[in-house]
């Protein structure tokens, strides 16, 4: 397996801009997370999918954020409008049934001038 | 609440000497332990973990890490550093296994020749 996938990997956008972040997770894992890892706040949970389905959206910044997982194989976070704070790198990760290991991608860095 | 503190921000060992980077966390419940790497640029990297059993639990590329109730720790150490483990580690707690993990602020590890 590819291991989970992100795209895209570096994203530089204006504020005010709409920016849509994708993963592809791990084929049989039925978790998927969004982390946001920035200087200062370290790495951070913003929501998770158990089957496709948001079970706990608490660290969603704001509503500017939103989170889909149309099916099993890709999820994408969206910001609309973005801002200068929300740059940072955005990672997905999953899990399978047992949640023994949360797999990583290699995240998307987000600039926001 | 649960909480994860690594004390140390940084961190500089000479290759060849062991490591030790600490971690304590604060759970109400039986915690979950993990600890990743993250070299520059990429995802984390699962080096171990602890559900439960044996305290002193073996990862990849020759870490350890073990598990102390009675200190609320979870210190991760290797005997021989080597350059390429250079890198920054992250100590995370979960709820119900890989589930809404916890990170702490991460230890930057500096491998000097």
């Known amino acids: 397996d590819a291991g989970v996938i992100q795209s895209p990997r570096h994203e530089v956008t204006e504020m005010g801009q709409e920016v849509t972040l994708r993963c592809k997770p791990i084929?049989?894992?039925?978790?998927l997370f969004w982390y946001r890892q920035t200087m200062m706040r370290g790495l951070e949970l913003l929501i998770y999918f158990n089957n496709n389905v948001p079970i706990d959206d608490s660290g969603m910044p704001e509503d500017r954020f939103s989170a889909k997982m149309p099916n099993a194989s890709f999820s994408t976070l969206k910001i609309q409008p973005s801002e200068p704070r929300d740059s940072a790198v955005y990672f997905c990760?999953?899990?399978?049934?047992?949640?023994?290991?949360?797999?990583f991608g290699q995240g998307t860095r987000l600039t926001v001038v | 609440a649960q909480s994860v503190t690594q004390p140390d921000i940084h961190i500089t060992v000479s290759e060849g000497a062991s490591l030790e980077l600490r971690c304590n966390y604060s759970?109400?419940?039986?915690?979950?332990l993990f600890w990743y790497v993250q070299s520059p640029g990429q995802g984390l990297q699962l080096l171990l973990k602890?559900?439960?059993?044996?305290?002193l639990v073996q990862g990849i590329k020759g870490f350890e890490a073990e598990f102390k109730r009675s200190q609320s720790s979870f210190n991760l150490r290797k005997p021989s550093v080597h350059w390429s483990d250079a890198a920054e580690y992250f100590c995370a707690v979960g709820q119900t296994g890989a589930n809404n993990l916890f990170f702490g602020t991460g230890t930057r590890l500096t491998v000097i020749p």
């Open positions: 084929s049989g894992h039925d978790y």
């Open positions: 759970y109400g419940a039986t915690p979950y």
């Open positions: 602890y559900f439960s059993g044996d305290t």
């Open positions: 990760a999953s899990s399978p049934p047992f949640r023994t290991e949360a797999f």
